[in-house]
C-alpha cells in the first residue's frame, strides 16, 4: 500500500498558475502510474492527468490539455502537476492517485486509481 500526501495549493487569480505535489510513501514509487483528479463543488470527481511508471508516457483530459503538466521524480517520491493559465473552472479539491503497474498513462485513465490521497483545494479567482 502507498500514502500519498498532496500540497501546493492555494488561491490565485485567473490566468496565473500553481504547482501541486504529491509526496509518496510506503512502498517502492516507481512500481506505480500516478494520477491527479478533482472535484468541484457539486460536482463528481473527474479526471485530469495521469503519467506512467518512468514519466515516459502521459494523458490529459482535454479541458486541462495545453495547459496543466504532469511530472514525477522516482528519485524523491513525488508527483508534480503544474498548472497555468488557470481558469476559475478549475476551482476544485485536487486529489493524488496512484495504481500498481507498469501500463501505459491511458490505461489508468480508463481503468482507474487503487490509492488516494485526501486532497488539496485550488480556487481561482476571476
Known amino acids: 500500500q502507498v500514502q500519498l500526501d498532496e500540497s501546493g495549493g492555494g488561491l490565485v487569480q485567473a490566468g496565473g498558475s500553481l504547482r501541486l505535489s504529491c509526496a509518496a510513501s510506503?512502498?517502492?514509487?516507481?512500481?506505480?502510474?500516478m494520477g491527479w483528479y478533482r472535484q468541484a463543488p457539486g460536482k463528481e470527481r473527474e479526471f485530469v492527468a495521469a503519467?506512467?511508471?518512468?514519466?515516459?508516457?502521459?494523458y490529459y483530459a482535454d479541458s486541462v490539455k495545453g495547459r496543466f503538466t504532469i511530472s514525477r521524480d522516482n528519485a524523491v517520491d513525488t508527483v508534480y502537476l503544474l498548472m497555468s493559465s488557470l481558469k476559475p473552472d478549475d476551482t476544485a479539491v485536487y486529489y493524488c492517485?496512484?495504481?500498481?503497474?507498469?501500463?501505459?498513462?491511458?490505461?489508468?485513465?480508463?481503468?482507474?486509481?487503487?490509492?488516494w490521497g485526501k486532497g488539496t483545494l485550488v480556487t481561482v479567482s476571476s
Open positions: 492517485a496512484a495504481a500498481l503497474g507498469y501500463a501505459s498513462a491511458t490505461y489508468y485513465y480508463n481503468s482507474g486509481m487503487d490509492y
Open positions: 510506503g512502498r517502492t514509487f516507481g512500481s506505480y502510474a
Open positions: 503519467i506512467n511508471w518512468s514519466g515516459g508516457s502521459t
